[in-house]
C-alpha cells in the first residue's frame, strides 16, 4: 500500500491546472489535501503541535518533489517552480 501524502502528491503533479502553480501553491495544495485526510480518519492534531507539524509536513513534501524530479529530470531543466523547489529560483537563460 502507498503512502497517501505520496498519492496526494502524485496528483497534484500530474494535474495539468498545476503547470503554471508556484511551488509555493502546490505544496499548500498538497499539504492541504492530506490534513483534509488526516481529518476524515479521525486524527486530532492538537493546536500547540498543528504549526509544527504542518511544517514538518510541508518540508517532506518538498523533498518528495526533489526526489520525485531527479528520478526523472535534473533541476536544471525541470519547470521553474521545480527549480525554486531546488533552490535555484535565480534566473536560467
Keep these: 500500500m502507498q503512502d497517501p501524502l505520496n498519492q496526494i502528491l502524485e496528483r497534484h503533479l500530474f494535474k495539468a ?8 501553491a502546490v505544496v499548500e495544495a498538497i499539504l492541504s489535501d492530506y490534513m483534509r485526510l488526516l481529518h476524515t480518519q479521525g486524527v486530532n492534531i492538537p493546536q500547540t ?5 504542518e511544517d514538518d509536513i510541508r518540508e517532506e513534501i518538498q523533498e518528495m518533489i526533489i526526489r520525485r ?19 535555484q529560483s535565480r534566473k536560467i537563460s
Excluded: N
Excluded at 491546472?17 to 509555493?24: I, V
Design 17 to 24: 491546472s498545476t503547470e503554471g502553480e508556484s511551488s509555493r
Design 49 to 53: 503541535v498543528k504549526k509544527y507539524f
Design 69 to 87: 524530479t531527479h528520478a526523472s529530470i535534473s533541476c536544471e531543466t525541470a519547470p521553474l517552480s521545480v527549480r525554486t523547489i531546488c533552490g
